[in-house]
């Protein structure tokens, strides 16, 4: 099992860019989450899915944030326009179906600079 | 607002001894809790979990202690190895709940 894989690993740009971060899940996970990781909040959820559909985007921080599934193996961060705050590393992790018990398995991330 | 903490930003240790890093949290319908171990560079990885049903569970040199009332919980390394070396995370999540809420985490370094 390759696990979650998360690309581009490091993202470099200029503010008022668009950016892409994309995640393929681990096969057979259900649940896919999106976080970012800050030094003052920590891991912060972002957004989950179940089954390709979006549970609870409470956590995007504003409209400039989407997040997509349009099927079980890839789901996609966007964030149009990027501003110097949204630096940080975005994570996305998988679970299984029976979620009691179960773990998050993450990738390794996406390391986001924004100039 | 954090419903879980880790106060501690850093710890040090000397190798071979014991390595506890802390964690509160505020919500009480909390009832599975896990620790995350994280290098630089890379994905969180899972440690070790506990249910609110116990208040203890071991696995090798890593144990983890549920104090429910106090709404506390720790990782006990022991003994502890400079490959321990990591940025440690606890999270948790509710009954019938998907989401799991994390720490700010606790950096960890073993002294050789």
């Known amino acids: 099992d390759a696990g979650v894989i998360q690309s581009p690993r490091h993202e470099v740009t200029e503010m008022g860019q668009e950016v892409t971060l994309r995640c393929k899940p681990i096969?057979?996970?259900?649940?896919l989450f999106w976080y970012r990781q800050t030094m003052m909040r920590g891991l912060e959820l972002l957004i989950y899915?179940?089954?390709?559909?979006?549970?609870?985007d409470s956590g995007m921080p504003e409209d400039r944030f989407s997040a997509k599934m349009p099927n079980a193996s890839f789901s996609t961060l966007k964030i149009q326009p990027s501003e110097p705050r949204d630096s940080a590393v975005y994570f996305c992790?998988?679970?299984?179906?029976?979620?009691?018990?179960?773990?998050?398995?993450f990738g390794n991330g996406t390391r986001l600079t924004v100039t | 607002d954090q419903q879980v903490k880790q106060n501690s930003p850093s710890l040090s240790v000397q190798e071979g001894r014991i390595s506890i890093l802390n964690c509160d949290y505020t919500?009480?319908?909390?009832?599975?809790f896990l620790w995350y171990k994280k290098y630089p560079a890379e994905g969180p990885t899972f440690l070790i979990s506990?249910?609110?049903?116990?208040d203890k569970n071991e696995d090798g040199r890593f144990t983890v202690f549920l104090n429910k009332s106090a709404k506390h919980l720790s990782l006990h390394i022991v003994p502890s190895q400079p490959g321990d070396s990591a940025v440690y995370f606890c999270?948790?999540?509710?009954?019938?709940?998907?989401?799991?809420?994390f720490g700010t985490g606790t950096s960890l370094t073993v002294i050789p």
């Open positions: 999270a948790a999540s509710e009954v019938f709940g998907n989401q799991f809420y």
């Open positions: 899915f179940n089954n390709n559909v979006p549970i609870d």
């Open positions: 096969s057979g996970h259900d649940y």
């Open positions: 506990i249910s609110s049903i116990k």
């Open positions: 992790a998988s679970s299984p179906r029976d979620r009691g018990g179960s773990p998050l398995h």
């Open positions: 919500n009480s319908m909390f009832d599975y």
